[in-house]
């Protein structure tokens, strides 16, 4: 019960920080709460998301916060300091599940988009992946011989999902398909815009497709990065009541969240 409780708290949470952020950068303009709406009813909508806290909850509240850092240094004469935050909240996430590794591996590319990236940002990217490491071991929080390689390499390896899995993995193919097509026609209308916006939804966008990676080389932890893809989905949806000229469209907004909805008896009974 109480796993349920702090999976709704933090699902409650990561709808105001997507708000917030929105807020702050302003990357999609005039939505209201069409954003915030969305991701949490996508979040909500998921029996394995909103049963119990683990690792997708996780996972989207550290990539959100390492979002916001990378957001926070366009075009900035120097992003050490974010970057080696960024670097250390992906790293000590990596000590508690290796599903880390995928928004750790598109820290570098996203500053890259942010204009960003010099050699001084990736000596601080180096810094923050080594410096949780090197205090857990120094201090003796960690042993070495507990440290399990092994696993990561298992990891990176395709493991077959369970049949269980098999409505899980179409519900995200299915979601996947609509933000594609949403986010090839927000690029297109995006393109001859403001660069600050461009880029800073083609990070979002690019935190989306990791995502993405990260089911398709291991869709048996499939769930894990479902809260991320849920995130860019829903920047991807929300823009289409911005950019494209939909009458009535909080009429449609209902009709879209009535939708997603929808999905939690199907998944409920799998």
Same mark, same amino acid.
């Not at 709460?33 to 909500?44: E, K």
């Given at each position: 019960m109480w796993s349920a409780v702090c999976a709704w708290g933090a699902m409650m949470l990561l709808a105001l920080f997507a708000q917030l952020l929105n807020k702050s950068f302003d990357f999609i303009t005039g939505t209201?709460?069409?954003? @915030?709406?969305?991701?949490?009813?996508?979040?909500?909508s998921n029996p394995a998301i909103s049963a119990r806290f683990g690792s997708p909850l996780l996972l989207a509240l550290a990539s959100i916060a390492m979002l916001a850092l990378a957001m926070d240094c366009y075009r900035a004469t120097n992003g050490t300091q974010q970057i080696f935050v960024a670097a250390t909240i992906g790293s000590v996430g990596c000590m508690c599940d290796t599903a880390f590794i995928i928004p750790l591996l598109w820290c570098v590319p996203a500053w890259g988009v942010m204009k960003c990236l010099r050699l001084r940002e990736l000596v601080a990217f180096g810094l923050g992946l080594i410096a949780p490491w090197w205090c857990a071991l120094g201090t003796g929080l960690v042993s070495p011989d507990s440290l399990d390689f092994a696993s990561l390499m298992r990891w990176m390896v395709f493991n077959p999902p369970a049949p269980a899995e098999a409505v899980q993995i179409g519900a995200v193919c299915w979601w996947a398909f609509l933000a594609v097509i949403l986010g090839l026609n927000t690029a297109v209308k995006l393109y001859a815009g403001n660069t600050r916006t461009r880029a800073l939804n083609n990070i979002i966008t690019l935190l989306g497709l990791a995502a993405l990676a990260g089911m398709a080389l291991n869709p048996s932890s499939l769930s894990a990065f479902t809260g991320i893809f849920y995130f860019a989905a829903a920047v991807q949806f929300a823009q289409m009541f911005v950019l494209?000229?939909? @009458?009535?469209?909080?009429?449609?907004?209902?009709?879209?969240?009535?939708?997603?909805?929808?999905?939690? @008896?199907?998944?409920l009974l799998v």
């Open positions: 209201d709460m069409a954003l @915030p709406s969305i991701f949490l009813l996508l979040l909500a494209w000229n939909i @009458p009535r469209p909080r009429l449609w907004l209902w009709i879209g969240l009535l939708l997603i909805a929808a999905q939690f @008896p199907l998944l």
